[in-house]
């Protein structure tokens, strides 16, 4: 099993561009995550899908939208990218039983 | 909503030496709390969780402690070495399977 994976591992875009961040899981989780890392920040929730159909708003979701593509893939795009959207950003997944979230690589996305 | 504070931000040891990193959290419905290691470059990976109806565990060099009525919890690393540096992030779980993480430790231990 892969896991969790992420592509691309790098993208760099000018201001207004837009990008999706694409995440895939093979281990059958019904929910998944995305969220962004930044410095002394922690991790912070974007969006996430309790399950294929549903997505919800997370901590910082403005200048974002997700589609949960199936149950095995989810997806997060800029719609037109700010400089403050220069972050890595990595996609989790949970099943449905225990708590646990399991990470993808994540995305090391710069925007100029 | 919920919230977790993590200290401290950073941390240095000498190798051999123990190192302690405490969460608070402030929503008593929650009940599941995972430390994650993130290395240099590296996705964060579970290396221990916690329950709240169990009050410690340990796995071998690691241990984490809950203090429910308190709400707080802590990361203990002993006898630790070069290899354990990292950043250590603390979490707890809120409604929906979400989990609100703390800012972060970096730990450095010093051979």
């Known amino acids: 099993n892969a896991g969790v994976t992420q592509t691309p591992k790098f993208q760099v875009l000018k201001t207004g561009q837009s990008m999706t961040l694409q995440c895939a899981q093979d281990?059958?989780?019904?929910?998944m995550y995305w969220y962004r890392q930044d410095p002394g920040m922690g991790l912070r929730l974007i969006y996430y899908?309790?399950?294929?159909?549903?997505?919800d708003k997370g901590e910082v979701p403005n200048g974002y939208n997700v589609s949960r593509l199936n149950k095995r893939e989810f997806s997060l795009r800029l719609e037109s990218a700010a400089p403050s959207q220069t972050s890595v950003y990595f996609c989790?997944?949970?099943?449905?039983?225990?708590?646990?979230?399991?990470f993808g690589p994540g995305t090391r996305l710069t925007v100029l | 909503g919920e919230n977790v504070e993590q200290h401290p931000s950073t941390l240095s040891v000498q190798e051999g030496d123990s190192a302690v990193i405490k969460c608070t959290y402030s929503?008593?419905?929650?009940?599941?709390f995972p430390w994650y290691k993130q290395e240099l470059g590296k996705r964060p990976q579970l290396i221990i969780d916690?329950?709240?109806?169990?009050g410690e565990k340990k796995d071998q060099r690691i241990a984490v402690t809950l203090n429910k009525t308190a709400k707080h919890f802590s990361l203990h690393i002993t006898e630790t070495q070069p290899e354990d540096s990292a950043v250590y992030f603390c979490?707890?779980?809120?409604?929906?399977?979400?989990?609100?993480f703390g800012q972060g430790t970096e730990l450095s231990v010093k051979p």
């Open positions: 979490a707890a779980n809120n409604q929906g399977g979400k989990l609100i």
């Open positions: 916690i329950r709240s109806n169990v």
């Open positions: 929503d008593s419905a929650s009940n599941y």
């Open positions: 989790a997944s949970r099943s449905s039983g225990p708590d646990t979230q399991y």
């Open positions: 281990m059958n989780h019904n929910s």
């Open positions: 899908s309790a399950s294929e159909g549903t997505t």
